[in-house]
């Protein structure tokens, strides 16, 4: 559907038909509008977004590249700044500003309103990776003696500053929360009573300091639309909406899959990260892991006399190696997301221990009889059959427990689980595969 909408405007844009391209704009939704226009050429941008209506054009502009953002920013004078600044929700226009180069934010902050210039400022100084960093300051908040009609009147007169009307927050004259209610409760209440017999008392909020990804954990746990942000002394400064708790929900989880593939996180996307940064992120794990690998390495010349001895264990060497770290992988993998969501905590270690060893005896047993049959038919060596299939059970059980231990290890050492997962946990694991089958081999042959 955005790609005929995308043929559309570039025919309109070529034939300069830009009452009917306004028309066609107007019809569509801001994040496809940001969409297509990081397809379109730079040159048309400009003209493009100056065809958009007022308001449109704001929201579109708060979703666009920030590369595009900065483009039109370049372009603009200094009152189309001010004019789409003006639109923009707090919280938003701080995003873009972090983001721009410093001559850039200098224009900007010159051209924005007093307030709003102020409050952008406080809000960048809080840390990165916290709620204050995250929150915006525009909602609405009422008063306790307040009736049901004057809030109502209240919210009429902030809608259009607000970023949302559905929850609004009660608070006292030095803005110390109070309690909350939902624009439903008003609406359902007598228009003569008070916001303090209707407002929920159960205060479920905040601190500025608090990690962002944290915050977006308890929206998720308490189904909040919104989160209080709340300072020191208790008083509301702003609140966290549900569309940024899902903007860092995805950066985690990106985070995360970069961690757990061996690569330092980017806060740049794929296209954007030049490739000698690509390879900057990727080479300390692959050199680390390169390394570690070598042990595997001189496992396997301690063990040279035993191979030499029996030639047919070393055909069986990749497949047990890759059995142990994808059964390793696997355990790390269910531990990661369990702490990552809260489900399992630092506390939990010996009941996933006995889970996880519980798993890997049944895991462990049934690859040992599946491959101790296969062997035993195709070579006729039932001595062979039996060291592999005891080989697959002790090291099922070894990857499982290292692969459920190590995440919680990293937990506790206040380290990012993710970090502890498949390519790390696949290195010990095969150093530890080798040591068990030939220690069970060396046993069974006598060598």
Not at 52 to 72: I, V, Y
Request: charged content about 25%.
């Amino acid at each position: 559907m955005l790609d005929s909408f995308t043929k559309t405007i570039e025919a309109l844009l070529e034939k300069k038909k830009y009452s009917s391209l306004r028309d066609v704009l107007s019809t569509m939704n801001e994040a496809d509008i940001a969409a297509m226009f990081s397809e379109m050429p730079e040159e048309s941008l400009p003209l493009l977004f100056r065809i958009l209506p007022k308001d449109l054009a704001a929201d579109t502009f708060a979703l666009m590249d920030t590369d595009d953002q900065e483009l039109l920013i370049r372009g603009f004078s200094d009152n189309e700044i001010k004019e789409v600044f003006d639109e923009l929700y707090v919280d938003d226009a701080a995003d873009i500003v972090e983001e721009m180069p410093a001559n850039v934010v200098k224009r900007i902050l010159k051209n924005t309103d007093p307030q709003m210039r102020n409050i952008i400022n406080e809000i960048l100084k809080y840390p990165e990776d916290s709620a204050g960093s995250l929150m915006t300051t525009d909602y609405i908040s009422l008063r306790p003696r307040m009736t049901v009609s004057d809030a109502i009147k209240r919210i009429r007169r902030g809608i259009n500053e607000a970023e949302t009307i559905y929850t609004c927050y009660v608070t006292d004259d030095n803005r110390k929360l109070l309690g909350y209610l939902s624009v439903k409760n008003l609406l359902l209440a007598d228009k003569d009573e008070k916001i303090c017999d209707i407002m929920d008392k159960t205060i479920i909020c905040v601190h500025t300091h608090y990690d962002k990804e944290d915050v977006a954990k308890d929206m998720n746990k308490y189904d909040f639309v919104t989160m209080p942000v709340v300072d020191d002394e208790g008083r509301l400064v702003g609140i966290v909406t549900f569309d940024d708790a899902i903007d860092v929900m995805q950066d985690e989880a990106t985070e995360d899959i970069e961690r757990m593939a061996a690569i330092s996180p980017t806060e740049e996307s794929y296209f954007k990260t030049s490739d000698f940064k690509h390879a900057k992120n990727r080479i300390l794990w692959l050199l680390i892991l390169m390394l570690s690998a070598a042990i595997t390495g001189g496992i396997l010349t301690k063990y040279e006399e035993a191979c030499s001895a029996v030639p047919l264990l070393v055909s069986f060497i990749p497949m047990l190696m890759s059995t142990g770290g994808n059964c390793g992988s696997q355990s790390s993998t269910m531990i990661i997301r369990g702490l990552s969501v809260d489900e399992i905590k630092l506390k939990d270690y010996f009941k996933v221990v006995f889970t996880e060893l519980r798993v890997s005896l049944i895991l462990s047993v049934t690859l040992a009889v599946i491959n101790g049959i296969r062997i035993w038919i195709m070579n006729k060596n039932f001595l062979i059959s039996l060291v592999v299939s005891l080989s697959i059970i002790f090291i099922v059980i070894i990857a499982q427990f290292i692969g459920c231990s190590l995440p919680m290890l990293a937990k506790k050492c206040r380290l990012d689980p993710a970090v502890m997962a498949a390519p790390l946990i696949t290195t010990i694991v095969d150093a530890a595969s080798i040591l068990i089958y030939f220690n069970i081999a060396t046993r069974f042959f006598n060598i």
